[in-house]
């Protein structure tokens, strides 16, 4: 009796003795990324996988789903608080309207880069943690390089060359086209090649990574260089709130601070990929226009409006949208 009493002794204190993640329940997640998976953002969205898998030693696996085959880009966001997918990967533009404080990120601020643009994009989530995201648990934002103009045929130099073009354009892209007199055309990145290349467009604007990554370097003909009015596109990367809440407390921790580590390599690779970009769009014939000073200052007047256009709409919404604006601008400011 005493010899059983000292081994039920001895297996108690072997399993306190045990870690803590031991008795910690697995969860397996899916991830859906309407990026293609030869794309540089794909492939990241699936090393931030598979490294929470490493990392959490297998308590979280995630199958990973590329290329809208999950759900598509317009869907993505509304699939994960569906619960159709357990992470998703798309641009809030595709939603217009639905995330007003998120919005002023997109605005044409003059964006330089990438790294900028999601220091930017995640420093306005940090501060205001909007209302309008609460559906999900954000893990991280990244957001691109300025968005140009790219034209087929028809180089665009000034504003009245520009006037009346059909153009693409999501989101505050699509106000800011409006804005210089041309007619914006919403669509999904994945079905703006055809569109370009059938002519239902003239063109869109986008970053210079575009080129490569969608190959839109193939369609398109010019590339006018209208940097003060770069604009950027806030890309989400969120998980169901369920499926949230069933992650062990230690496993959350790691995954967050995996998604900050990823959140720069996002913004970095936005960067590389655009020297990519021009370079690809060069070897295509592509040509460079560059807008003169004053030019540059008329484009910029032009989109001057949407500021207080987008602190109206925010006030319809109870957002105070002077304050958030200003933290935006602020924030860039310091950073660039």
């Given at each position: ?22 008795g ?14 030869t ?42 608080v ?18 007003p404080?998120?919005a ?27 209302k309008?995201?609460?559906d ?19 180089p ?40 370009i ?56 921790k ?21 020297k ?37 709409k925010a ?22």
């Open positions: 009796m005493k010899k059983i009493l000292i081994t039920v002794v001895a297996a108690a204190m072997c399993m306190c003795a045990l870690p803590l993640t031991a910690a329940k697995s969860v397996n997640l899916t991830y859906s990324n309407f990026f293609p998976p794309h540089i953002q794909s492939k990241l969205a699936q090393q931030w996988s598979d490294e929470v898998t490493k990392r959490t030693e297998g308590r979280v696996t995630i199958a990973y789903f590329p290329g809208g085959t999950l759900t598509k880009a317009k869907q993505c966001y509304d699939g994960v569906e619960g159709l997918s357990d992470i998703g990967m798309s641009a809030l533009a595709y939603s217009r309207g639905r995330f404080t998120m002023a990120v997109d605005l044409p601020l003059g964006y330089k880069s990438g790294v900028a643009a999601t220091k930017v994009a995640n420093a306005v989530y940090d501060k205001f943690q909007p309008e995201l609460r999900v648990k954000v893990l991280f934002f990244h957001a691109h390089g300025p968005g140009l103009l790219f034209t087929v045929q028809k665009v130099k000034t504003l009245e060359d520009i006037k009346g073009m059909k153009l693409r354009g999501t989101g505050n892209s699509a106000q800011l086209l409006k804005a210089l007199g041309a007619a914006p055309v919403a669509m999904s990145m994945p079905d703006s090649y055809q569109a290349r059938k002519g239902v467009v003239d063109g869109g604007v986008y970053p210079m990574e575009t080129n490569k990554g969608w190959k839109m370097g193939e369609v398109v003909d010019y590339c006018t260089l209208d940097y003060p009015v770069g604009y950027t596109t806030t890309f989400f990367a969120v998980m169901n709130k369920d499926k949230w809440e069933a992650i062990s407390e230690q496993d959350r790691i995954i967050m601070e995996i998604s900050k580590e990823f959140a720069a390599k996002h913004g970095q690779a936005w960067d590389e990929s655009d990519e970009g021009r370079e690809f769009l060069t070897q295509k014939g592509g040509q460079f226009i560059e807008l003169s000073e004053a030019e540059g200052k008329r484009w910029k007047e032009k989109a001057a409006p949407m500021m207080d256009d987008y602190i109206k006030g319809k919404k109870k957002i105070d949208g002077k304050a958030i604006l200003d933290f935006t601008v602020g924030t860039l400011n310091n950073i660039q």
